[in-house]
């Protein structure tokens, strides 16, 4: 107990102060008590100091006063912390020796952190004999029961007190994003009900059931470009305001709550940080390693290039997928030619022309699952590229080194998902009315559609290929966290059947070793997850939050699609993290980080996206926003230029507006911090006070 309660006023953790009584639920409490799962009950809080530690509750029971996710925390801090050096070694310019270096030199082989077991009731420590009738307590299925439960609210408090505080944010943040996507999931549907009535309105069925099947497919796509079409990607606009608006408030009263305010201002150096020089501290005047700050700039120039390089064979990507349509639309390859035994001019004709436009279809199809590939696969390849260049970067921060490993896979992951979807949209017409790619005049990117003037409409294919995006990006999330855990899974039980011999025995009694022994080997073989375990959680919902606020326009049933994903797969998350892959050392954050600047950036190029879609794409809007009342009359005709030039200024003046009103932080917490600063400083002297929060432990959402 003392050495993590040393450990924890070194690392400068809040601890609960000692509670004097409960507060009364509020009204928003009990309007929502039945879809809460937890009960918590939060106290003021203060600096841990050992010696004044009779001051915190829960100090009585030195065996559970660190929560299970603190305890592995603290330990973790301790042993990477902990110099194994019997003297100092300049000559690396490395501070501490400690797990970290001690595993890169082969002193050990693996290292991870068990779950926890099935305890009698607040077991004090393993293997110690307690009484038989005492409640068997399993956190791991607490946890699971509450969680699993798909119309409450998530355990966060749980979640937090097991994982840690960066687990926590992302459940939090992936909560209220699928409690918000719950409004433009409705209006959508409405939308594309309404687009099928538009287009049954609009296509003459008769001429339709006369004409070929292509033709009468592409006819179809009026469902997604109707008269709601503007109302709805005005809403999407606004939408993504309010998420994010309302997201700052949830993560300042979850941060307020679970005392990391100051996390990133108390933040210690990155145990694997070296130093190429030593300079002594200003603050406590000791020497120090330190990292020159021009190396770091040289080294981030070097990676900016790669990250260029990169885009580049994205950009090379997409064009080789557009000379393989071309291609093969010229060639007619995926259609076998007609067989014109015994017709005449007229039919084979018809016949040619029906091959020619099954053969653009299924171009079209095949095209946009290579596009899709192709993104995956250099996706895949670039992602170790990016962890390789950030380590080598050396942040002196996890912080830092986070957020610069996501700036380069975002960047990377922004172009290869969307470069596609932005030629199509604003340059595929221009390349099908061309004279043809490298001097011939059958190798034209064709669209496959024309409207009433016979120019080239290209929405159908872009609808098309954010409808395949949408449904083929978590094809491999669910093969990597489902398909491939269980297969290592069923190989692992296997292999044990003559591998049983793995773990030596420790220094301890017959059955207790055996005991320790089967829990290590237990864990061992379970699936060792990413290092960080939210950094492609929160790339793959934020690559989908960009297709819905870039492209959700032409494609209404878009949040449908993402709903659905992210409540099967918050769910997949939640079980295999608890019981297929080893557990996470527990690590600690203040919020989503630079996550939440992500979304905002999508948010703004979002609505540039949307008003150039509105006037230069969807063609058929035409007839809504600024078609003429008659031939001779055009006083209300508008340039494409002027639509949306209109559209993004509305939307950009109605967003500021949103953001204006609603504050970032909520006037209860804000009261409360302020209560609380005040009642910390007399808290030494006059004893324990409690915190004012509901039963339930926290601030709830409010949309």
Request: proline share 4%; charged share 25%; hydrophobic share 45%.
């Amino acid at each position: 107990m003392s050495c993590l309660g040393q450990a924890a006023e070194r690392a400068r953790l809040s601890m609960p102060m000692k509670k004097i009584e409960d507060e009364d639920e509020g009204l928003w409490d009990r309007l929502t008590g039945f879809f809460e799962t937890d009960q918590e009950v939060d106290f003021i809080s203060a600096p841990f100091r050992w010696d004044k530690k009779e001051l915190f509750a829960g100090i009585e029971d030195p065996d559970t006063f660190f929560r299970s996710s603190l305890r592995s925390f603290l330990t973790h801090h301790i042993l990477i912390r902990t110099d194994v050096s019997k003297k100092k070694d300049t000559s690396d310019g490395i501070n501490i020796r400690g797990l970290n270096y001690l595993k890169l030199k082969g002193v050990y082989t693996d290292v991870f952190i068990l779950h926890d077991r099935p305890s009698t009731l607040h077991r004090r420590k393993a293997f110690k004999e307690v009484d038989e009738d005492l409640k068997v307590v399993d956190p791991r299925t607490e946890l699971w029961d509450s969680w699993k439960l798909w119309y409450k609210f998530q355990p966060l408090w749980k979640i937090r007190n097991y994982f840690g505080e960066k687990i926590a944010f992302y459940f939090a943040w992936i909560e209220l994003y699928i409690m918000t996507l719950i409004l433009p999931t409705i209006f959508g549907i409405v939308v594309f009900a309404y687009g099928i009535r538009f287009a049954g309105n609009e296509i003459d069925l008769e001429k339709a059931a006369n004409e070929s099947l292509t033709t009468a497919l592409y006819s179809a796509f009026t469902v997604f470009n109707n008269p709601a079409t503007p109302w709805f990607s005005l809403a999407l606009c606004i939408w993504g305001t309010l998420f994010v608006e309302q997201w700052k408030r949830r993560s300042n009263s979850l941060k307020y709550e679970w005392d990391v305010s100051n996390f990133e201002q108390l933040e210690p150096d990155r145990p694997q940080f070296y130093g190429s020089k030593t300079r002594k501290n200003p603050i406590t005047e000791e020497e120090e390693w330190y990292y020159p700050f021009y190396r770091l700039y040289l080294k981030i120039s070097f990676s900016v290039l790669t990250i260029l390089f990169m885009v580049l064979l994205v950009i090379a990507s997409t064009l080789g997928v557009i000379v393989f349509r071309a291609a093969f639309n010229a060639g007619n390859y995926l259609v076998a030619p007609p067989d014109t035994t015994g017709m005449n001019e007229a039919e084979i004709k018809a016949a040619n022309i029906t091959r020619e436009e099954t053969n653009a279809l299924y171009t079209s199809i095949v095209s946009s699952v290579l596009n899709a590939v192709a993104i995956m696969l250099l996706g895949f390849v670039y992602e170790k590229l990016a962890y390789h260049l950030t380590n080598w970067e050396n942040h002196r921060t996890q912080t830092a080194y986070d957020d610069a490993l996501i700036i380069k896979l975002f960047a990377f992951q922004f172009v290869n998902n969307y470069a596609s979807l932005i030629y199509i949209a604003f340059f595929k017409e221009g390349v099908s009315g061309s004279e043809g790619m490298f001097g011939n005049s059958d190798w034209k990117d064709t669209c496959g559609y024309t409207d009433s003037s016979g120019a080239p409409l290209c929405y159908p294919m872009l609808v098309l290929q954010v409808a395949v995006l949408l449904i083929m990006k978590p094809m491999p999330k669910f093969f990597k966290d489902v398909i491939i855990p269980f297969l290592l899974h069923f190989w692992a039980k296997f292999r044990s059947r003559d591998n049983n011999d793995n773990v030596e025995a420790v220094n301890a009694g017959p059955e207790k070793t055996k005991e320790l022994i089967d829990i290590i080997e237990e864990d061992r073989k379970l699936i060792a997850g990413d290092t960080d375990f939210t950094l492609s959680e929160y790339t793959e919902k934020c690559i989908m939050y960009g297709i819905i606020m870039l492209f959700g326009t032409v494609f209404p049933l878009a949040p449908l699609v993402a709903l659905i994903c992210n409540m099967v797969d918050v769910r997949v998350d939640g079980y295999r993290i608890l019981w297929k892959n080893r557990r996470y050392i527990a690590q600690r954050a203040e919020d989503i980080g630079i996550w939440q600047y992500i979304l905002e950036l999508l948010n703004m190029v979002g609505v540039v996206v949307n008003s150039l879609i509105l006037a230069f794409t969807l063609k058929g809007s035409e007839s809504i926003i600024y078609k003429p009342v008659s031939d001779s009359d055009s006083s209300n005709q508008y340039e494409p230029w002027m639509v949306a030039f209109a559209f993004e200024h509305v939307c950009f003046a109605l967003k500021f507006i949103v953001s204006y009103i609603i504050p970032d932080v909520p006037s209860d917490v804000q009261f409360k911090m302020r209560k609380e600063q005040f009642q910390v400083n007399q808290l030494f002297e006059k004893g324990p006070l409690k915190k004012e929060t509901g039963a339930n432990g926290g601030a709830n959402p409010t949309v």
